[in-house]
Nanobody
Framework: VQLQAFGGGLVQPGGSLRLSCAASAVSGSIFRANAMGWYRQAPGKQRELIAH???????TYVDSVKGRFTISRDNAKNTVYLQMNRLKPEDTAVYYC???????????????WGQGTQVTVSS
């Protein structure tokens, strides 16, 4: 599976961005069946899962983004979105999407990570 995230950029504190992530080399049925998530990696820190959406559309968030970020998915387009509002400097990171968990199975290999997209929140 190839995952391409885009939509990042430089934004002022309090601003908004919408990230998109398209999955290719995977069938629609397999994409739909997998929980997907947005991860981020800040400089000097480990990559962390910040938002998760199940195949049924249920969502969960880490406390640091709850109420500000919204994850969604369009299974017809094999795409996952992250709407980020009220951005803070501590949201600065490279953002990635991947399955939850990001592993390889007999049916599909989600063990690779795309390049991610840089989000920088600064005045």
């Amino acid at each position: 599976v190839q995952l391409q995230a885009f939509g990042g950029g430089l934004v002022q504190p309090g601003g908004s961005l919408r990230l998109s992530c398209a999955a290719s080399a995977v069938s629609g049925s397999i994409f739909r069946a997998n929980a997907m998530g947005w991860y981020r990696q800040a400089p000097g820190k480990q990559r962390e899962l910040i938002a998760h959406i199940t195949s049924g559309g249920s969502t969960t968030y880490v406390d640091s983004v709850k109420g500000r970020f919204t994850i969604s998915r369009d299974n017809a387009k094999n795409t996952v979105y992250l709407q980020m509002n009220r951005l803070k400097p501590e949201d600065t990171a490279v953002y990635y999407c991947n399955a939850v968990p990001p592993i390889a199975t007999k049916l599909v290999d989600f063990s690779s990570w795309g390049q991610g997209t840089q989000v920088t929140v600064s005045s």
